[in-house]
């Protein structure tokens, strides 16, 4: 079947069946690479995306239920929050080897575009279910808070 989703701003037919999981539509079809494979069950957030600006499993999302606006991480790029979050994670040196940092900035993104200045139990409730085999989840804290009070300081000038 074909089947046109909007990611990243874009529209893209899409010919695959309804049941295949967003992720490999986006990483085999489209070649948006940046959403990782981690556990297909999920548990982990490696392949977190926005839904709507929502964020969600892909592995866990089938095709035919894909009717809202998708951003991957490829697309939070352009968005300033993307770009904070991105530029934050860097200068705190928040990942170890990486590869779950596309997911963990896309929940962090959602948490910060709803929750401009989240205290630990909103962090903890967004980021839950997001796994670094790194153990990082202290600078990922770290970095949230600090967008978060940034932001807060920015709009008290």
């Known amino acids: 079947m074909s089947y046109t989703i909007q990611v990243n701003g874009a529209a893209h037919e899409v010919d695959a069946e309804g ?4 992720l490999w539509v986006l990483r ?10 981690g556990c ?3 548990q982990c957030g490696a392949c977190t995306v926005h839904l709507n600006g929502a964020a969600v499993r892909s592995c866990q999302l089938p095709l035919e239920s894909v009717n809202m ?3 991957t ?12 979050v991105q530029a934050v994670w860097l200068h705190l040196d928040v990942p170890q080897c990486g590869y779950c ?3 963990q ?6 948490l910060l575009s709803h929750t401009p200045n989240p205290g630990d139990a909103e962090i903890d409730a ?3 279910g997001n796994i670094c085999r790194c153990g990082c989840y202290g600078r990922i804290r770290e970095a949230i808070k600090h967008l978060g009070e940034s932001r807060k300081a920015r709009e008290e000038r």
Do not use: F, H, V
Not at 28 to 37: A, E, R, S
């Open 19 to 22: 049941d295949t999981p967003l």
């Open 28 to 37: 085999d079809i489209l070649n948006l690479t940046g959403t990782k494979y």
């Open 40 to 42: 297909g069950i999920g």
């Open 69 to 71: 606006p998708i951003t």
């Open 73 to 84: 991480i490829e697309g939070l790029d352009a968005s300033e929050l993307g770009s904070r």
């Open 101 to 103: 940092q596309g997911g």
């Open 105 to 110: 900035i896309m929940a962090a993104s959602a």
């Open 126 to 128: 967004a980021m839950a």
